[in-house]
């Protein structure tokens, strides 16, 4: 091998080494904020030009509760009914999408008579990619812990369980 050759070499290991930390580093530190949890192509809604995001609360987990007048009398929480929350009121009590990824960071202190519900967090609506659907936040329990999905704005889309907001102040 010719020194040339061994200088690309080691300029090629370099890169992809350099390429590496860069990744790694990047995710440990965005690992802790809720655009973690936007899948990749997707964005927080704009509607008339305002990011549809209550942001974060000051909650404790274990006193976060599920609207029951959202449920109606199914106990589901239905997609084209959620379209009636937009544009989001930043002024509503109901938890968005940085508040979930407090719960799921927290979710040892959720009461387990949510485990059989989903938690709808209605505060923060997405965007899919290319202005496609609308979204909100959920979690669910499976087996032993809790995970984050999204519930589609749209007609024949539901979930069980209610829209989670904070228990108001006695």
């Not at 010719?2 to 690992?31: A, M, N, T």
Request: with cysteine; hydrophobic share 40%; proline share 4%.
């Amino acid at each position: 091998m010719s020194v040339g050759e061994i200088g690309v070499v080691i300029l090629v290991v370099w890169i992809v080494c350099l390429g590496l930390y860069v990744h790694i580093h990047y995710k440990r530190k965005q690992s802790d904020k809720p655009a973690s949890l936007i899948p990749i192509g997707w964005a927080i809604a704009m509607i008339d030009g305002v990011a549809q995001d209550v942001g974060r609360s000051t909650f404790n987990v274990s006193d976060i509760e599920l609207d029951s007048s959202s449920e109606e009398d199914t106990g589901y929480v239905y997609g084209e009914d959620m379209r009636l929350y937009m544009p989001v009121n930043p002024h509503m009590t109901y938890l968005g999408l940085a508040d979930a990824k407090h719960t799921l960071d927290h979710q040892a202190e959720i009461a387990p008579k949510f485990r059989d519900k989903c938690l709808v967090f209605a505060g923060t609506i997405l965007r899919g990619p290319g202005g496609g659907n609308y979204y909100m936040a959920f979690l669910y329990w499976k087996v032993d812990r809790w995970y984050c999905n999204f519930l589609t704005l749209v007609s024949g889309q539901r979930v069980q369980g209610g829209l989670v907001r904070c228990k108001p102040a006695a």
